[in-house]
């Protein structure tokens, strides 16, 4: 097949969305985030860019801590109005509730199904965002996602995003077992 | 709800799936890896772990350069057997056809709709891994995944991996508009 250069434009992949949960200038704060992803397995690590303007980044510089707040389809409504009026303006942990673990500073939205306790361990200073290192400290997640104690995706209902349409779109077929389908192809 | 702590592990979203192409030891390898984000717009930037044991970090380490192939759901078993070979055993890049753009040492796999060249401009160390921040250099693409010169995920048809239950997922239903369902909830 042959490459078409479409510039150096990268915003293809399916992302995740999430709510982070700060304590900004002593109040809980929310935005959506989806520039996010695990670099480490044991002890459990990830990576999270945000924009060094965000309410939430000051908040994370301030404590040390955030949590994630995985929504599912029936939180992309808020999901989507998390990110779309600004902290520092707006109060929007007045109409939600609020499930706090074991930090002090990682506040998780108590409607989304799952929440991700963090603590920023480093910082990387990118021309506008920062991007934060940090362990994850515990997750919490609502019976319902549940299977075997284990998260399940068909329960969880998760979504994801894509640009440069800005759609947000559910899970569809599974299409196979992963370290399993790629076994047709390696020779004897 | 009630919330329950589910432990530390933290592997719940949906991932991106990539096929990663370096030039390690002077030859083409490939690797599968799904923890990689974007982390700033412009210039674009992103963010991929990928351990300090594999043979693709070796390569990025030697050349300062990778490709990132986007498959389609047609490349999942493909993409799947490159994350269950080793490139210091098997030559994974002896089977398939490579795509070479401006860059010397970002091998793409031809038949993936999508290639990325990126170049490292920072290495963070962690315990077992690296994490490799590069600035994305060009964008590929298929003609056939194209609408009006911009990636369609429609035509791309990516798929995500989930873990625990170690799945691959093609996109569902389109749920809403980003930067737009959340309007219902701003207030007056």
Same mark, same amino acid.
């Given at each position: 097949?042959?490459?078409?250069?479409?510039?150096?434009?990268?915003?293809?992949?399916?992302?995740?969305?999430?709510?982070?949960?700060?304590?900004?200038?002593?109040?809980?704060?929310?935005?959506?985030?989806?520039?996010?992803?695990?670099?480490?397995?044991?002890?459990?690590?990830?990576?999270?860019?945000?924009?060094?303007?965000?309410?939430?980044?000051?908040?994370?510089?301030?404590?040390?801590?955030?949590?994630?707040?995985?929504?599912?389809?029936?939180?992309?409504?808020?999901? *989507?109005?998390?990110?779309?009026?600004? %902290? +520092? @303006?707006?109060?929007? #942990?007045? &109409? /939600?509730?609020?499930?706090?673990?074991?930090?002090?500073?990682?506040?998780?939205?108590?409607?989304?199904?799952?929440?991700?306790?963090?603590?920023?361990?480093?910082?990387?200073?990118?021309?506008?965002?920062?991007?934060?290192?940090?362990?994850?400290?515990?997750?919490?997640?609502?019976?319902?996602?549940?299977?075997?104690?284990?998260?399940?995706?068909?329960?969880?209902?998760?979504?994801?995003?894509?640009?440069? *349409?800005?759609?947000?779109?559910?899970? %569809? +077929? @599974?299409?196979?077992? #992963?370290? &399993? /389908?790629?076994?047709?192809?390696?020779?004897?």
């Amino acid at each position: 097949m042959a490459k078409k250069n479409i510039g150096k434009h990268f915003d293809i992949y399916p992302m995740p969305v999430v709510i982070v949960g700060t304590i900004t200038d002593g109040k809980p704060n929310f935005m959506t985030a989806a520039w996010l992803t695990k670099i480490h397995s044991d002890p459990p690590f990830l990576a999270i860019s945000l924009g060094e303007r965000q309410y939430t980044a000051k908040g994370i510089r301030q404590t040390g801590e955030f949590a994630l707040s995985y929504p599912s389809i029936d939180q992309a409504e808020l999901a *989507d109005y998390m990110g779309l009026v600004h %902290g +520092d @303006r707006v109060d929007k #942990a007045k &109409d /939600i509730e609020i499930f706090k673990g074991s930090l002090e500073s990682a506040p998780i939205v108590r409607a989304c199904p799952v929440g991700v306790e963090c603590r920023a361990t480093q910082t990387i200073d990118l021309p506008h965002d920062y991007l934060f290192i940090a362990e994850v400290v515990n997750v919490y997640a609502t019976e319902s996602v549940l299977t075997e104690g284990k998260i399940d995706p068909v329960k969880l209902r998760p979504f994801v995003l894509t640009m440069p *349409d800005n759609s947000y779109w559910a899970l %569809g +077929d @599974r299409i196979g077992s #992963a370290w &399993d /389908i790629g076994r047709a192809l390696i020779k004897p």
